[in-house]
T-cell receptor
Framework: AAGVIQSPRHLIKEKRETATLKCYPI?????VYWYQQGPGQDPQFLIS???????DKGSIPDRFSAQQFSDYHSELNMSSLELGDSALYFC??????????????FGEGSWLTVV | GDSVTQMEGPVTLSEEAFLTINCTYT??????LFWYVQYPGEGLQLLLK?????DKGSNKGFEATYRKETTSFHLEKGSVQVSDSAVYFC?????????????FGSGTRLQVQP
């Protein structure tokens, strides 16, 4: 079965640079979520989109922005990167209806290292 | 707000031992409850879920029962294997729209020794 696809899997950036992460949700899933997991931490919710509109907002820094496009893929843009932004970034998706309703499925994550 | 509390790890067991990882929650409504597993260097995988009181989720020998009276969703397995070594996250999601984000517990690392 198709899963959530994230790219790139690994990314190294310097401080003050910009990074963009991409996410392709499971087909027919209408909601996309972004999470940040620091080393040894639990995943922290950043932001979500439902039908291309922002749905919920968590602890996303002002330096970060995200959007969902007409094909339902989403991008997380991170600017003015700081060392503390080094983390594993998860994208997840869910569908309102159907047998998997209310279940959020995660991608394998994108490792961002800021040096 | 919503919160999830898990027992602290690491939990170290010998192969074939019985596993319990405690999880309790605080929520304003009637959440759905989940266990996710994260193997070393990998992403989060859904292990099991329960969407209403007294539901039992089960998968790969793991099971957890949604206990509304004690607001708990403890994870159990009768006989653990070395391959079960991972970090286990308890999580909840409120609302019936399927659009609410997950609230995670802090995770419990399980180490199974041969």
């Amino acid at each position: 079965a198709a899963g959530v696809i994230q790219s790139p899997r690994h990314l190294i950036k310097e401080k003050r640079e910009t990074a963009t992460l991409k996410c392709y949700p499971i087909p027919r899933h209408d909601t996309v979520y972004w999470y940040q997991q620091g080393p040894g931490q639990d995943p922290q919710f950043l932001i979500s989109f439902y039908e291309k509109m922002q749905s919920d907002k968590g602890s996303i820094p002002d330096r970060f922005s995200a959007q969902q496009f007409s094909d339902y893929h989403s991008e997380l843009n991170m600017s003015s990167l700081e060392l503390g932004d080094s983390a594993l970034y998860f994208c997840a998706s869910s569908a309102r209806d159907g047998p998997s309703g209310n279940t959020i499925y995660f991608g394998e994550g994108s490792w961002l290292t800021v040096v | 707000g919503d919160s999830v509390t898990q027992m602290e790890g690491p939990v170290t067991l010998s192969e074939e031992a019985f596993l319990t990882i405690n999880c309790t929650y605080t929520a304003t409504g009637y959440p759905s409850l989940f266990w996710y597993v994260q193997y070393p260097g990998e992403g989060l995988q859904l292990l099991l879920k329960a969407t209403k009181a007294d539901d039992k989720g089960s998968n790969k020998g793991f099971e957890a029962t949604y206990r509304k009276e004690t607001t708990s969703f403890h994870l159990e397995k009768g006989s653990v294997q070395v391959s079960d070594s991972a970090v286990y996250f308890c999580a909840l999601s409120e609302g019936d729209t399927g659009r609410r984000a997950l609230t995670f517990g802090s995770g419990t690392r399980l180490q199974v020794q041969p």
